[in-house]
């Protein structure tokens, strides 16, 4: 057991992920099998395992083998010890990534009382489960409760780590991501260009695009750095400065994370999207096919950003007016949605894209059901319609997703 764990680190160390995710699956095996299935070594293997497939990008397999390191180490502990809460962060962080908010959220508060009780309100790991809730606070257009968490976040990480702390990045781009959202783009520039400059100073080599030190600063932080800054340039209808950002995403991710990763992914659908602004339909169309790939690779056919994809063939078809055309993608967008948990606010936004595609086909009566059912679900979740923040997406078709 030990050996194949040593081994799996010493892979994990050279980046040989598919080979350390073999290793550590080996040893799990064997504890299972040999030692029982409650036991600390197993939720450690486990928890081994779902890191490495994180960084492969196998989010679906992450989020399994957290959870089942959730399970021994709750059976083990109690719900309320410190080592079940860092686990459920772990956890949290993949449900951010594949838009399942509502249970992140309430996975991230339980974290963050049980980590006061344990270490007091001013401690790192406090500081970084603030930061997390505020990424499933942007997520669900809580943009002042995210503000609020994320300058929390700040202010514990400087007072105790210093400004050049890597989590620092990320409060800063939850910051500069809520600033995009509430269209308050030169504050959204501000906080992600901090984010940006701490990153190459501290961490990156923006030159030879490659890794100076320290491990936790990873590639897709930078790249979802860019693909934000990009939106703001969007958002200012500079598409010529937002596409040469989304670029420079799209070539980190070819340098640095040396294979198709869903922040690339994002940069193209971003790019496709300001190729639509600029009517180059053939190369929009393009970008969506390779954004597509990559993400039915990495999270699956019937996930959101797949979704998006029809969206966004919709979005690129009702700006030439081929409304049938439009309909049918915007349809299977609305099938995958459905289907998905935590997504309503997607799927009012959708339905407001079927209905002004439905506008343009002249089929009035239809169009204002689509409307309807958008408005609905809107009610639902805000209980008054009259509390909306401003939103980019108010201002076209498509959402731009610029962050997972």
């Not at 690339?264 to 393009?286: H, Y």
Request: aromatic share 8%; glycine share 4%.
């Amino acid at each position: 057991i030990q050996k194949s764990i040593r081994n799996g680190e010493k892979l994990e160390q050279e980046k040989k992920f598919e080979e350390s995710a073999e290793e550590f699956s080996n040893a799990i095996e064997v504890i299972e099998n040999v030692i029982g299935v409650k036991n600390e070594d197993l939720a450690m293997a486990l928890t081994s395992l779902g890191r490495v497939q994180e960084k492969m990008q196998h989010h679906k397999d992450a989020k399994e083998s957290y959870e089942r390191a959730l399970e021994v180490y709750t059976e083990l502990h109690g719900e309320t010890h410190k080592t079940v809460a860092e686990c459920a962060l772990q956890v949290a962080e993949i449900m951010i990534v594949m838009k399942e908010g509502t249970s992140a959220l309430k996975m991230v508060t339980d974290a963050i009382e049980t980590l006061e009780a344990f270490y007091g309100k001013h401690h790192s790991a406090v500081a970084i489960a603030y930061c997390k809730r505020a990424e499933v606070y942007n997520q669900q257009e809580n943009y002042r409760l995210a503000l609020a968490d994320a300058e929390k976040a700040f202010s514990l990480i400087r007072n105790m780590e210093g400004v050049q702390h890597p989590e620092i990045i990320k409060c800063f781009m939850s910051k500069g991501y809520s600033y995009m959202l509430m269209q308050l783009n030169s504050k959204a520039k501000e906080a992600i260009n901090s984010g940006l400059n701490i990153a190459f100073i501290n961490y990156w080599s923006k030159e030879e695009g490659k890794r100076i030190k320290d491990d936790s600063v990873g590639p897709g932080i930078v790249s979802e750095l860019y693909n934000n800054l990009g939106t703001v340039y969007y958002q200012q209808r500079n598409f010529a400065l937002a596409k040469k950002i989304y670029y420079l995403s799209v070539a980190l991710n070819d340098k640095i994370v040396g294979r198709e990763g869903a922040d690339k992914g994002i940069a193209l659908n971003n790019l496709g999207m300001i190729n639509v602004k600029l009517k180059l339909f053939d190369e929009a169309f393009k970008n969506f096919e390779d954004a597509y790939l990559i993400h039915k690779d990495v999270y699956g056919s019937d996930s959101l950003h797949v979704a998006m994809y029809y969206n966004n063939r919709a979005v690129a078809f009702k700006c030439q007016r081929k409304y049938d055309e439009a309909l049918l993608e915007i349809e299977k967008a609305i099938a995958i949605i459905k289907d998905n948990p935590n997504t309503e606010l997607d799927l009012s936004e959708f339905l407001k894209n079927k209905a002004v595609i439905l506008k343009g086909k002249k089929a009035l009566p239809e169009a204002e059901k689509a409307l309807r059912e958008s408005l609905k679900i809107k009610e639902t979740l805000y209980g008054c319609l009259l509390y909306t923040s401003p939103s980019p997406r108010d201002a076209t078709l498509s959402r731009m997703p610029s962050s997972a």
